[in-house]
């Protein structure tokens, strides 16, 4: 009788802990990811407790790459305008206001400063439009848009570079004016009903990112001001530029050298350089086009050399990535889509390669057993288009604490 009674205990104790541990534990809020590609920004999210629910690409090898590492997780393939937001909920068996974030960067090529800054006359540029819809339509309690740093000085007209610096500010139009596109695209985030929103330009070496990378930022909310979110978020900013970091009393950036330390690397898949390659055996770790001795210099430049025409003389900028060459010692710049193109040359400190597959999905803070599918170039633009990893911890982090 004794020894049941002691089993009746043990069970009891065993079904009320059981119990008291299903009542207590809270469902992982869920993330509707749009224009995932290789899922930087949602594994960020995860990493701080967030449930990726439904993730969306127009490419087929992002979506692969999503299956093969996330099994489960609805994948829909497609562009995002043929998929009414319903079937979305439908899919993740939710109803409207029930998703607690929507994430995604719409396609940033046609706002990029790299790019022909077209805005809204490419036709990627109405992916941002799409984006809103959905938010609209599945009402979360927040969503977070990033792209390019350059999308906050966009005219929604293109004009040309040379052309615009030989115009007169008064000649041109509101649309021609640097900045007209932001504007519109804050309106457009302006008119979700019941959302406050706020921006911000945040760069990721200031959050443990071995890599120089700026992106901007947009939170929206229906629950607080966003302002408390990235008041919390620039406490987190624990890193700083070497040269100041002292000062700030913060932690000086992570280098190139800390990025990839430990990194196995058996494979080494890469692209490589073009015919111009054989010039960067003259280029020093940290160096660009500049090093290059001068009697190879304009050569190695072609059309991208100093001119003596007045339209253009003066007006190059420093075209710092071209031939460029790591440095061990400092950050990684911006990791493009492609390492081999000339004017965006990322060059292994060492040896005159691009950096490998691997050494470019560790630098944004992909684990390293994550695996991308498609050809060499489609998985450098998978990683070069993810937004950190870390960085989109760190806001996660503070956004789940509001839910």
Known sequence: ?????????????????????????????????LFTCGMGMDIGFEKSGFDTVYTNDIARFACDTIKKNKDGVICDH??????????????????????DVVIGGP??????TAGKRKGFDDKRGIALLEFIRIIRDVNPKFFVFENVPGLKSMSKKHIGFYERSSMDKSELSHDQKYG?????????????????????????ADY??????????????????????????????????????????????????????GLIDEEKERIKFPSWGKYLKHIPPGGYWKDLPKNVRKEAMGRAADT????RKGKQGGRTGFFRRLSWDLPAPTL??????????ICHPDEDRPLTVKEYARLQGFPDSWEFVGSTSKKYR???????????????????QHI
């Open 107 to 112: 396609p940033c090529q046609s706002f990029s």
């Open 208 to 261: 443990g990112v071995p890599q120089k990378r700026k992106r901007l930022v947009l939170i929206g909310s229906r629950v607080l001001d966003p302002k408390e979110i990235f008041n919390q978020i620039r406490k987190e900013a624990t890193f700083a530029d070497p040269s100041v970091a002292a000062e700030e009393k913060k932690k000086p950036w992570k280098t190139l050298r800390d990025g990839l330390s």
């Open 382 to 400: 998978m990683i070069g288009e993810a937004v950190p990893v870390q960085l989109a911890e760190v806001i996660s982090k503070i956004i789940i």
């Open 78 to 99: 497609g562009d995002i305008a043929n998929i009414p937001s319903s079937e979305i909920l439908k899919k993740c068996n939710l109803k409207k206001g029930e998703i």
């Open 308 to 311: 003596d025409d007045p339209k």
């Open 336 to 345: 493009v889509t492609s390492p081999s193109q000339l004017a965006t040359c």
């Open 1 to 33: 009788m004794k020894s049941f009674v002691n089993v009746y205990s043990k069970v009891c104790f065993l079904i009320h802990h059981d119990y008291r541990i299903l009542l207590n534990s809270k469902p992982r809020p869920k993330v509707i990811s």
């Open 180 to 204: 007209s596109l932001f504007e519109e695209i804050l309106t457009q985030f302006s008119g979700l009903s019941g959302y406050k929103i706020h921006w911000e330009i945040l760069n990721a």
